[in-house]
């Protein structure tokens, strides 16, 4: 093999995922401290004060807290699920990742460096899939635990995963009829081409998505698989020190993948806003992958406002939105999508 496909398919890409891994354990760590912060600003309280100024070092200290705290494994638990569980949420998540397009790509010492470590023809159809296997990892932490609050946790989160996924899946597919193609690329290519963010044109697609994406990473109000008032903390009642640390990771690295899976599919990814008008062509100082951070951040004060806002949903109305009425109206946002999109066609023809 040549040097020059050494570095562009080998040195570059670990460069790449080595940066991610950085960047995203950092947004995890200062994320739960803005979380802190946003939430004691809606109860007229201050939040972490004590470690540093403003208590800006206080995930510096709550991760050697973790670090250090014993590790405990009830006796009766499956030793290898039970080790194995935290790690695969944290895993999916991370590496739906690989393919999130954060920009247009650049040149570096002569060598085309994209802003997307991979990107395949079924990017969406993978982010999907990894994402989706985080209910693997609520199902076998719960389940291995032997403890009574951890199984119904678990059961609670298979099923809200598999109630909302539906609902999530016909929203894409619409969008994906839109598009033309399942690449995350070429999703933001086509609303570049069309001169329009698609949340535009699939506005009741994009608030089920933004609905399903909190039911998905069981944020409040959908957070029933863990409901403190009532299971103590869910399917990870039994973990502690680090293991603990990785499910409160593996959560907020799928808001982060499901944020940047709704900014590609709706807000245009890296493209500034109505990409082919000269009217924002001032816009275009703002470079594209800073265009991408903001909109992800959006989502993340969303998913950390709407905590603090709506109480927590009893069971039976957790389900009954889903099936009742989520997944009609993402069926029929589907079949008039299709509709629209062959009359568009037939009137082009």
Not at 95 to 122: C, H, K, Q, R, W
Not at 193 to 206: K, S, T
Not at 293 to 305: A, N, Q, R, S
């Amino acid at each position: 093999m040549s040097t020059e496909l050494l570095i562009q398919y080998g040195v570059i890409p670990i460069i790449q995922i080595l940066v991610v891994m950085i960047v995203v354990l950092t947004v995890v760590a200062y994320g739960v401290y803005a979380e802190r912060k946003i939430l004691a600003f809606i109860h007229s309280r201050l939040g972490p004060m004590r470690v540093g100024p403003w208590g800006l070092f206080q995930p510096i200290a709550d991760g050697l807290k973790l670090l250090m705290k014993e590790d405990l494994r009830p006796s009766v638990a499956d030793s290898l699920i039970f080790v194995m569980a935290p790690a695969i949420l944290m895993l999916a998540a991370f590496s739906a990742l690989t393919m999130v397009p954060f920009g247009e790509g650049t040149t570096m010492f002569g060598y085309e460096v994209p802003y997307v470590i991979a990107d395949v023809n079924i990017g969406i159809l993978a982010m999907l899939a990894l994402s989706s296997l985080s209910v693997y990892a609520v199902v076998l932490g719960g389940w291995s635990s032997n403890s009574k609050y951890p199984l119904i946790g678990a059961l609670r989160g298979a099923a809200q995963m598999v109630s909302y996924e539906v609902a999530l899946a016909f929203t894409v597919v619409a969008t994906l009829m839109i598009a033309g193609t399942m690449s995350t690329v070429g999703i933001v290519e086509a609303q570049r081409e069309l001169g329009a963010w698609f949340f535009i044109l699939q506005p009741v697609g994009f608030v089920i998505f933004v609905i399903c994406m909190v039911a998905e990473t069981n944020r409040l109000p959908f957070d029933l698989p863990e409901a403190e008032t009532e299971l103590v903390s869910g399917y990870f009642t039994e973990f502690s020190g680090m293991r603990w640390a990785f499910y409160m990771l593996g959560e907020y690295a799928a808001m982060i993948v499901m944020s940047c899976l709704a900014v590609t599919l709706y807000l245009g990814g890296w493209l500034r806003p109505f990409p082919n008008s000269e009217l924002t062509a001032f816009l275009d100082v703002i470079p594209g992958p800073l265009w991408f951070v903001l909109k992800g951040f959006m989502f993340m004060y969303f998913f950390m406002w709407i905590r603090g806002t709506y109480p927590r949903y009893r069971y039976d109305q957790l389900m009954t939105i889903g099936w009742k009425v989520l997944i009609p109206i993402s069926i029929a946002n589907l079949f008039f999508t299709g509709i629209i999109i062959l009359l568009v066609q037939a009137a082009a023809g």
